[in-house]
T-cell receptor, first 113, second 114 residues
Framework: DTGVSQNPRHKITKRGQNVTFRCDPISEHNRLYWYRQTLGQGPEFLTYFQNEAQLEKSRLLSDRFSAERPKGSFSTLEIQRTEQGDSAMYLC???????????FGQGTRLTVV | AQTVTQSQPEMSVQEAETVTLSCTYDTSESDYYLFWYKQPPSRQMILVIRQEAYKQQNATENRFSVNFQKAAKSFSLKISDSQLGDAAMYFCADLKSGTYKYIFGTGTRLKVLA
């Protein structure tokens, strides 16, 4: 197992376009998280899945954002009608229920021009 | 609301010397965990060290140790014998027991000087 994998690593898009990111967690990890990290800030929680169920969404996740985790495996994060303020690093992490350590991917850096 | 504060945006240390990174947190919970994560440039964040709040003994992992002051809500990271590979952003985080939402500080960029 090579850890949490995120694709793409970088994405440049024009304002108003839709983008989708993918996260492949460590196999058998039933918890999956999405965080957003802007320059000079620490990661901020966006949403959380336990298996395929999305159990919490931050108020940072506007209705332009949607996340899915079909079959409790990989997850996708879609941003519709992107805005310049969406430019950030989007981090995915996974962990096992009952354990506290979260394993992070390298992130997807989104630039909206 | 839980908050984590890292008051040092940037720190420098000479190779082989010791450096301490500061972190304070604000939680009303009695059972929680504290973490230091390291984020090297263009690489994923990895766990450096973890402390359970119910343990009085400070956690240690090789050259990394913490000074956990529960009453003061302080959780500093000491890196001994600093190496060039220690250069990274370091994030302090807390996690309420039984939950899944990590709260991160703003990070401290550590530079290691040869």
């Amino acid at each position: 197992d090579t850890g949490v994998s995120q694709n793409p690593r970088h994405k440049i898009t024009k304002r108003g376009q839709n983008v989708t990111f993918r996260c492949d967690p460590i196999s058998e990890h039933n918890r999956l998280y999405w965080y957003r990290q802007t320059l000079g800030q620490g990661p901020e929680f966006l949403t959380y899945f336990q298996n395929e169920a999305q159990l919490e969404k931050s108020r940072l996740l506007s209705d332009r954002f949607s996340a899915e985790r079909p079959k409790g495996s990989f997850s996708t994060l879609e941003i519709q009608r992107t805005e310049q303020g969406d430019s950030a690093m989007y981090l995915c992490a996974s962990s096992l229920v009952g354990l506290t350590e979260a394993f992070f991917g390298q992130g997807t850096r989104l630039t909206v021009v | 609301a839980q908050t984590v504060t890292q008051s040092q945006p940037e720190m420098s240390v000479q190779e082989a010397e010791t450096v301490t990174l500061s972190c304070t947190y604000d939680t009303s919970e009695s059972d929680y965990y504290l973490f230091w994560y390291k984020q090297p440039p263009s690489r994923q964040m990895i766990l450096v060290i973890r402390q359970e709040a119910y343990k009085q003994q400070n956690a240690t992992e090789n050259r990394f140790s913490v000074n956990f002051q529960k009453a003061a809500k302080s959780f500093s990271l000491k890196i001994s014998d600093s190496q060039l590979g220690d250069a990274a952003m370091y994030f302090c985080a807390d996690l309420k027991s039984g939950t899944y939402k990590y709260i991160f500080g703003t990070g401290t960029r550590l530079k290691v000087l040869a």
